[in-house]
């Protein structure tokens, strides 16, 4: 089965029907809404499908479709639909994991009395993040981006009664347009120096060879190439998406909305957007590497806030108590990893990992969906604990994503994708800070990775709620199973023996491999330091558990300034509040006050000027004006009184006079010498 | 020629013994022959449209309110006897519009006009509401509300007071 | 051959004398009547645009007649790109703001015929080419407004109304006093001639003939005129009293079409007549139409009242419209001034006075519910929850929302596009700039929407019915052109563009 | 058209000779004379033919009439004066020869005598542009039907003669009502076939007949009834028209119950009969333009039926319409003078002027076909129907109070 | 001096001008004041018609829409007019026109 690129749309556009049509189903129609939107789900996946056989078939095309949106000037705007395997890769995933959170969710959400909303929005964040992925044009790009924003908004804010979920629905909005703003502006700079948003279209596309070469020709402010700026720009779109540094702070947050939105926008799809993006434009992102004038290149300020974000995430992550916290932080530190990945030049990498991550991730977040949902929403890892026993499939696939995630070598896909970033990371020449800050992560996430599970699934339950956990239903374990199973094997498609996803990525038909010890130092050197942070997480937390919820955290016990200002995220948020919140405030009582106090003012001493005038024209007017005007009057009233005798009231009369005047009147014409 | 002069006869001779007559039904009838005529002039002149709507209009309408009012206003106060100031009026008048006669023949005969001999190019019915349709579009407009502004100024003038029914209006 | 464009015009007013003569009527039959002679405009205009053909980029359907011949003054109107799409959103707007009044117990006889009035009044002004009775409808326009603000305002709306006439007639009264100057000049009051006359620099020789000054002068009072209309910051403070003391129906049709007037007036007078001194003033009012945008969505976040902040966001989108016209003539000439940027800066500036018409009006059609709903309140903490109890409402306000604030895929999206696509071409710094105003207006927008609808239920929200049927129907066409306008602007664009794409291909590149 | 005023058209050579006789008489009569003097003949010949038809016709009537009433009122009628009363007109036109003509001595004699005269003319003059055949237009004039309604409007004025010349109270009165009554239909008359005159562009009557040709369809004619505004217009015509030619149920100046014989009262004799003769001929004009007008004038109402003569058809036509006149007389009962104007100025006036607009819309709307025409007929229908019953009820409603202005 | 079909319908309408002229300054009727009006607007109609049969462009037909636009402000003038004398009769019972002249100033 192939799906011909002309017929890409249909991917985004049966899950946006399944919207509309949850949007129009009453709440009532719980089944029309879940099932529309998971029938729709299943049928994009198989579509997807397709479409990856396609891609493959030629995997060093660029298939496209494009179409004129609206006419402006002696043009238009287009826009388009594009396969590679690139996309093809990400719409299997997104819509495979998508279908199973679908179904998950149906269980999860099962007592919400929104359940149809729930179903409209998932479905919606659906269409619109595989709309983003078959994108061909900017422009589509970044609506389609918009609306995975507005999806996740709506979701977020799904229990939006509770001042903080709306809340943070507001600011995983905001912060993510600040960086949209900048991805805008790239996206004008792009479109105003090259004339289109088209990817590729022929040879006449952005990212292809011309363009590219006169962006690239170009310089500007601080001696940047434009290409270099533009990208930039265009990274700022991800940093706000993908919960980079400095603009991570909405990402933790966002889990105040239910957790399989949490696993499926905020951990395995809408937040690697970011990175899908930066992929997307690698040509361009890439295109000033063979400039050595420039001042920075793109991709080095790619690995660097890659790297920072990773190490950042990982620290955080170490001392949050909320086990969906912990797993946003991870989230962001991996998805640090994966722009790592792009900023050290190899952007197949961050895809894999990117795949991969997203399977684990998912499972770890909807295996926390599962905790949670068994301990009644119950989220703090501090009173929960020994749920080992009552939910058996749960731990299970739980500690298979564990240990995925932190890299346990040779069976775990998460291990494999890891290595390969780790490997590029090696082999950039331009600095070894980001492999150092990568290897670091890998200590630290082994390590809250093993606090995690030794924490809930350990010990003893330390809770009302923790105890009367048990197993969940089939609709939720099932998804958590199929997961687990893609978690372990997903792997094996980039192992570095046989790479044929990257291969495939990177348009090769055929595959080279080579044996999996070439760089064994480096190998070895990260599976011990696994072996490190796992040890040492089980030291601390997995050999003596918590005795109560009120024990102190043994990192807390021995160093406590440190876990302080870990669990406090570093201060970010009350940074901001202090600078770019107060600066906010500021401006805004600025404009005000000028609208009240100095327009206004102004206004109203014109005004004021405006009345004295009158006064004074008032004054002279009685005076001077009238009282020549009265004399007149009188004198011409007089004249008229004497005039007005000469109307008589008979009509005779006066059509008499009118008959001798017209003689009279003929008489001098005819007289007077003609006319 | 002999047309145009059985035409000036038939309009002026009823005319000018409508204006003498005592008897004011009389002088509107004479006077409608009088407008026939003038109508037969229209007609002789090539105006075959103007012909039936001066016949329509004077004839059919408002020679039909001239003698309503004429009956409506019989009983006049002053029936009786020829008031005092007659006389003098009538002389008046007589002399001024013998005046006013001399004056307009003596104009006319001294101008010398051209010899139009030409025949009239009849103008048809159809041209005639193309014209009235398209160049004189605003003035039909005009005249329309006039006549209807007018009917209903007349009806209000007249209409004894508001007590009575519509048909008073009349 | 039928006078479409004067039928246009005129039709409303014939139904305002309807409804002045006719004493006694009952209110259904007066809001049935003037609906029904609302929605005149939107058939005939649907007529002209059945009719219209957008390759054609002079006037259309023109109808010129000799009117005072002594001053040369013609009865002229035509119709191009631009007056046919504040037409067809006059002709939406009207009713649906008639519709939003149908509970306005006061003298709905009045109310409906000032209601009319004033959009024939609109009308007129998009549709006249000669500036005499252009002016007029100008003016003439004011008389509705005032009176609707005054009469049906809130408690201060007397203040507010007096403000915004005495603040609009006096910048008109420049305006008057700079097209008398022009008509002595040239001697004529015809757009068409004046805009010949200001391409090829005629106009420029005439007004110095008189006086070094008097072209900059000249200028000067048109723009007065026209920015107190816009408005223009810092000519904007009249705009948030009377917009929010006035009844919600008047509110959506200021909002919605008399400040699209200005924008009118902006693109159809002061930019064809006098580029050249438009060129050297725009670096100048380039700031002041960003000060618009930012400071405008800065002091909405401000605002507690909620009809004040949708103003100030009408400021802020307004302010695109002249930003983008204003870099466009500020980089006319400037080397790397492009037509395809141009373009886009011109489609931009008509679309999103379309996008702005539908958005605005929506949003004071909520707010006004809302005021309804909760007995005049419309602080903006005097709700919460609002969405619990009414999730259709709080469905159709957070489109309009989302529409405002340029959510892609809704039709506020397309228009700032296009505006930041060409401002961006033209003066990108600007650009940069008013992104800012984007920011802030999706702060104050989704304050808005947070502070009203999310959060536990409140007070008023306890018991806070739902939209009915028919307060629903004047939202739906406004909430559906947003969809369609959002999916497919090429039903407008295809109407402008021929005519953008002369404007940008006339202008002097280098 | 015909190049010489005041002749029968030449006929078209594919006519039969059925068609053709009366013209190639006429022109056959008319060749035994100078050339000079060959249209005057012609002119005479057509005047006579048409008064000799139409005085046979008169006569016939007034038996017809008879003995249509006599039916409806479950009498013989008259069947005395030959066989089955066949002789009737004939005795009743010697009655009147020999009768005494008495002029009251108070009465102003000149208008007394012109008076019958008068209306007798201006009732013939109508005559003279009424199509009665393919070809057969007495007079074919560009104003026809304008000349038609002036010729008519005239009758007006002999009425008032009639009464005001005899100088009695109740012909005086008479006259008036009939002032009234004529100028009050005079308007919905006038105004009922101007749709007709808008649709047709034209004012010649054989440019109506034209306009008429054809069939929709293959069998339903394209005359005017057989459309909403048309069939409309033809109902207001009808009503309009038997008030003009002041039948029952309008026949409010002649009502023998109040006002004796109305203006006739003073007459009698030979004038008696020419008033008599008057109504009649004025029936049959007012006949003849609504057939001209509304009923195709001579066309034959089905393709096939085309090979009967275009007079005969204009005269079976007719003779529909006088039995309806005279059905319409003996059914209803005489309307009081209030509810006379009232039906004219509240009902029929607005209706017809509701109908101009019902005609506009079917003239705008030609172009419309397919799904199109039916919702063209829907909307004209409703047009026409809707101010029907709605004006309909606010004639019956609040009945004004009997003021007798002219009784 | 020729006289031309156009001198004579001049002198005609001219005649009849004078004779409506007369009557309406002597007669004291009010009705018939009024019928001479309509006699002077008649000898007007008159030379419209004559004018353009013999004018230089009669195929225009000026005069005739002139004459047409004439008849109808003379039946509106006639029908205010009757109904000015009725009014008055109604008033003061008399319809001579030299009794009307309660309104002098």
């Known amino acids: 089965m192939s799906l011909p690129v002309q017929l890409l749309w249909l991917i985004p556009a049966l899950p946006l029907l399944a919207a509309g049509i949850g949007s129009l189903t009453p709440r009532s129609g719980r089944g029309l809404a879940s099932g529309a939107a998971i029938v729709a789900m299943a049928i994009s996946f198989l579509l997807s499908c397709g479409a990856l056989a396609t891609a493959l078939a030629q995997p060093a095309a660029h298939l496209v479709h494009n179409f004129a949106w609206f006419d402006l000037g002696g043009s238009a705007v287009r826009l388009g639909w594009l396969l590679d395997p690139l996309t093809a890769f990400m719409c299997v995933m997104v819509t495979f994991v998508g279908t199973l959170i679908f179904i998950f969710s149906t269980g999860y959400l099962h007592e919400d009395a929104n359940f149809t909303r729930f179903f409209c929005f998932l479905s919606l964040f659906a269409a619109a993040m595989l709309g983003l992925l078959v994108a061909n044009s900017l422009l589509l790009l970044f609506i389609c981006w918009e609306l995975v924003g507005l999806a996740s908004y709506l979701l977020i804010g799904f229990w939006f009664h509770k001042p903080s979920a709306a809340a943070a629905a507001k600011k995983a909005f905001i912060t993510t347009r600040i960086g949209d703003l900048g991805l805008l502006l790239g996206m004008l700079w792009l479109y105003d120096s090259t004339g289109s948003l088209l990817f590729y279209d022929g040879g006449q596309g952005v990212l292809e060879a011309t363009a590219l070469g006169g962006l690239v020709a170009q310089t500007t402010i601080g001696g940047l190439a434009v290409s270099t700026a533009i990208g930039l720009l265009i990274f700022c779109g991800a940093i706000g998406k993908s919960g980079q540094f400095p603009l991570h702070v909405w990402l933790p947050d966002a889990m105040e909305g239910p957790t399989p939105v949490s696993a499926l926008i905020h951990a395995a799809t809408m937040v690697a957007a970011g990175v899908f993006l930066v992929a997307r434009v690698y040509p361009l992102m890439s295109a000033d590497q063979g400039l050595a004038h420039v001042p920075v290149h793109a991709l080095t300020v790619v690995a660097a806030i890659g790297a920072i974000t990773a190490l950042l995430g990982a620290l955080i992550a170490v001392a949050q108590s909320d086990i969906k916290r912990v797993l946003a932080f991870s989230t962001v530190s991996q998805l640090g990893y994966m722009m790592l990945a792009l900023g050290v030049g190899s952007w197949v990498a961050a895809i894999f990992h990117l795949l991969t991550h997203a399977f684990f991730k998912a499972l770890l977040f909807l295996g926390s969906g599962s905790v949670i949902h068994a301990a009644h929403h119950e989220q703090d890892i501090r009173r929960l604990g020994g749920l080992r026993g009552p939910m058996r499939a749960t731990f299970a696939t739980f500690a298979i994503g564990m240990m995925a995630l932190a890299g346990v070598p040779f069976l775990f896909s998460g291990f494999w994708s890891k290595e390969a970033i780790l490997h590029a990371a090696h082999n950039w020449d331009v600095s070894h800070l980001p492999l150092y800050a990568g290897l670091a992560a890998v200590v630290l996430t082994a390590f809250y990775m ?107 016990g021995r160093l406590p300034g440190l876990f302080a200002v870990l669990r406090a995220r570093f201060g970010f948020d009350e940074l901001y509040a202090a600078t770019v919140g107060r600066l906010n405030t500021a401006m805004a009582a600025l404009s005000d006050g000028l609208d009240r106090y100095v327009w206004d ?75 | 020629m002999t047309g145009l002069l059985i035409i000036a006869l038939v309009t002026l001779v009823p005319a000018a013994v409508a204006m003498a007559l005592r008897n004011v039904i009389h002088s509107a009838l004479l006077l409608i022959l009088s407008w026939a005529g003038i109508a037969a002039f229209y007609f002789w002149a090539g105006a075959e449209f103007l012909a039936f709507s001066q016949v329509l209009v004077y004839v059919g309408a408002i020679s039909m309110v001239v003698l309503f009012a004429v009956l409506l206003t019989r009983h006049t106060r002053t029936d009786g006897g020829v008031a005092p100031d007659t006389l003098g009026r009538a002389l008046a008048g ?77 | ?330 980089a006319t000439g400037q080397p790397g001034t492009t037509s395809a940027a141009a373009a886009a800066a011109l489609s931009g500036t008509i679309l999103q006075m379309f996008n702005h018409g539908l958005s605005a009006a929506a949003l004071f059609y909520c707010v006004g519910v809302l005021e309804a709903r909760s007995g005049g309140r419309r602080g903006l903490n005097d709700f919460g929850g609002v969405r619990t109890a009414a999730p259709i409402f709080a469905g159709l306000c957070g489109v309009a929302l989302f529409s405002s604030l340029g959510l892609p895929g809704l039709n506020g999206f397309v228009g700032e596009f296009l505006i930041f696509r ?48 028919s307060e629903i129907l004047p939202l739906l066409p406004l909430i559906g052109l947003m969809f369609i306008l959002g999916v497919w602007p090429q039903f407008l664009a295809k109407l402008i563009n021929p005519l953008v794409s002369l404007w940008a291909g006339q202008l002097p590149l280098p | 058209m015909n190049a010489m005023p005041g002749i029968f058209a030449a006929a078209t050579g594919a006519d039969s000779l059925l068609e053709r006789w009366p013209i190639l008489f006429r022109d056959t009569v008319a060749g035994f004379f100078p050339a000079p003097l060959q249209w005057l003949v012609g002119s005479l010949i057509s005047i006579l033919a048409i008064v000799a038809i139409f005085g046979g016709v008169f006569a016939a009537l007034t038996l017809l009439e008879r003995k249509m ?86 009758t007006e004025l002999a009425i008032f003669m009639a009464g005001w010349a005899s100088r009695n109270k109740f012909s005086l009165l008479a006259a008036m009502r009939a002032l009234a009554q004529l100028i009050s239909y005079e308007l919905p008359l006038l105004l009922s076939f101007v749709p007709i005159i808008m649709l047709a562009g034209t004012l010649s009557m054989t440019g109506i007949i034209d306009q008429q040709a054809g069939w929709n369809f293959g069998f339903i004619p394209k005359w005017y009834i057989f459309t909403p505004w048309g069939f409309a217009a033809f109902a207001i015509f009808l009503v309009a028209a038997l008030a003009e030619s002041n039948r029952s149920p309008f026949d409010l100046p002649e009502a023998e119950s109040e006002l004796i014989a109305g203006h006739l009262t003073e007459y009698s004799g030979f004038k008696y009969a020419l008033f008599f003769m008057a109504e009649y001929f004025g029936m049959i004009a007012l006949s003849g333009m609504a057939i001209t007008l509304f009923l195709g004038g001579w066309r034959a109402p089905l393709p096939f039926l085309e090979f009967i003569p275009s007079y005969l058809w204009f005269g079976a036509k007719l003779l529909g319409l006088l039995l309806l006149f005279i059905w319409i007389r003996g059914t209803f009962p005489r309307l009081r003078m209030d509810q006379l104007t009232r039906l004219a100025w509240k009902f029929l006036v607005p209706l017809a002027l509701f109908n101009l607009g019902t005609a506009a819309f079917w003239s705008l709307t030609s172009g419309w ?39 | 001096m020729i006289l031309t079909p156009l001198h004579l319908c001049l002198l005609l309408s001219s005649a009849l001008f004078c004779i409506g002229l007369i009557g309406a300054l002597s007669r004291s009727s009010s009705i018939l004041v009024l019928l001479g009006v309509e006699l002077m607007l008649n000898a007007a109609n008159l030379n419209f018609i004559a004018f353009w049969r013999y004018g230089p462009n009669p195929a225009a037909g000026t005069g005739v829409l002139f004459v047409l636009f004439s008849i109808a402000v003379a039946a509106a003038e006639a029908a205010v007019g009757l109904a000015l004398v009725i009014a008055i009769y109604r008033h003061q019972r008399s319809i001579r026109l030299q009794d009307a002249r309660r309104l002098k100033g």
């Open chain 3, 422 to 469: 060409g401002v961006f071409g033209l003066a990108p710094w600007a650009a940069a700039v008013a992104c800012l105003g984007l920011l802030a207006t999706a702060l104050f927008l989704l304050t808005f929407w947070q502070r009203v609808f999310h959060g536990p239920t409140g007070k008023v929200a306890a018991n806070f019915p739902d939209l009915s049927l």
């Open chain 2, 94 to 170: 007589l002399l001024i519009g013998g005046a006013v006669l001399g004056v307009l023949f003596g104009a006319v005969l001294s101008t010398p006009l051209p010899i139009g001999s030409k025949p009239a190019a009849a103008v048809t019915v159809h041209g005639l509401g193309v014209e009235l349709m398209e160049r004189h579009t605003i003035a039909l407009l005009v005249v329309g509300v006039l006549l209807t502004v007018a009917l209903l100024g007349a009806v209000v003038l007249a209409a004894s007071d508001s007590r009575s029914g519509p048909e008073d209006a009349r």
């Open chain 4, 369 to 407: 076909s397919g799904p199109l025409q039916l919702a063209r007929w829907g909307v004209a229908i409703a047009l026409v129907v809707v101010p029907f019953v709605l004006l309909g009820r606010g004639l019956s409603r609040g009945v004004a109070p009997r003021t007798y202005r002219f009784a």
């Open chain 1, 450 to 556: 093993t606090r995690l599970v030794a924490e809930t699934f350990f010990g003893s339950p330390r809770s009302e709620e923790a105890s009367h956990a048990h197993e969940n239903s089939a609709v939720m374990t099932v998804p958590l199973i199929l997961l687990a199973v893609c978690a372990v094997l997903l792997g094996f498609l980039g192992t570095p023996a046989y790479p044929w996803l990257q291969a495939r990525l990177e348009g090769h038909t055929e595959v080279h491999g080579h044996p999996i010890f070439e760089g064994a130092g480096l190998l070895m050197l990260s599976i011990v330091l696994v072996a490190v942070g796992i040890g040492s997480g089980w030291a601390l937390y997995g050999r003596r558990p918590r005795a109560n919820a009120n024990a102190l955290d043994p990192i807390e």
């Open chain 3, 1 to 330: 051959m039928i006078p479409l464009l004067s039928l246009i015009v005129f039709t409303p007013w014939i139904g305002a004398a309807l409804l002045a003569l006719w004493r006694g009527a009952s209110p259904g039959a007066i809001r049935g009547l003037g609906l029904l002679f609302s929605l005149s405009t939107l058939g005939l205009g649907l007529i002209a645009l059945s009719r219209f053909d957008p390759a054609i980029t002079v006037p259309q359907f023109g109808e010129t007649h000799d009117w005072i011949s002594m001053l040369n003054v013609h009865y002229r109107l035509g119709l191009d790109g631009l007056s046919l799409v504040l037409v067809l959103l006059t002709g939406i707007i009207t009713p649906v703001a008639l519709i939003a009044s149908w509970r306005e117990h006061r003298d709905a006889r009045l109310f409906t015929a000032l209601f009319l009035l004033l959009q024939g009044a609109a009308l007129g002004v998009f549709l006249a080419l000669d500036f005499f009775h252009w002016f007029v409808f100008w003016e003439l326009s004011l008389v509705p407004a005032f009176f609707l603000i005054k009469l049906w305002g809130g408690p201060s709306a007397t203040r507010a109304a007096y403000q915004f006439v005495i603040y609009t007639i006096g910048g008109s009264a420049f305006m008057l006093l700079a097209f008398a100057a022009l008509y002595a000049a040239t001697g004529t009051l015809d757009f068409l001639q004046l805009g010949q006359y200001g391409a090829d620099g005629t106009l420029n020789v005439r007004l110095g003939a008189i006086g070094g000054w008097w072209p900059r002068a000249v200028f000067l009072g048109a723009l007065l005129g026209l920015a107190v209309k816009v408005p223009l910051w810092p000519f904007h403070t009249w705009l948030p009293p009377a917009y929010a003391e006035a009844p919600t129906g008047a509110s959506m049709f200021l909002t919605a079409v008399m400040s699209k007037m200005g924008v009118y007036g902006f693109l159809r007078i002061l930019w064809p007549i006098f580029p050249t001194q438009l060129h050297q003033a725009a670096p100048c009012l380039l700031w002041l139409a960003l000060g618009g945008v930012v400071f405008g969505a800065f002091a909405a976040m401000r605002q507690t009242d909620l009809k004040r902040m949708v103003a100030y966001s009408s400021l802020n989108h307004l302010n695109y419209c002249l930003l983008a016209l204003f870099a466009l003539s500020a």
């Open chain 1, 601 to 675: 003012a102004a206004v109203r001493f014109l005004a004021a000027l405006g009345e004295f005038g009158g006064v004074v024209n008032r004054e002279a007017d009685e005076d001077v004006l009238n009282g020549g005007f009265d004399a007149t009057n009188d004198r011409l009233r007089g004249t008229a009184r004497s005039y007005s005798a000469a109307q008589t009231g008979g009509a005779h009369g006066y059509l008499r006079t009118v008959a001798v005047g017209f003689v009279l009147l003929v008489l001098i014409v005819m007289l007077g010498g003609g006319v």
């Open chain 4, 69 to 154: 009433l006599g039916r409806v009122q479950n009498r013989p009628g008259p069947n005395r004066t030959g066989p089955f009363g066949l002789l009737q007109p004939i005795a009743d036109g010697i009655k009147m020869l020999t009768k005494e003509d008495i002029v009251p001595r108070s009465a102003d004699h000149l208008l007394h005598f012109l008076a019958p005269v008068a209306l007798l003319a201006f009732s013939i003059l109508t005559f003279a542009v009424i199509p009665f055949g393919r070809n057969l237009v007495p007079l074919e004039l560009d104003a026809a039907v304008l000349y038609f309604f002036a010729a008519g409007a005239a």
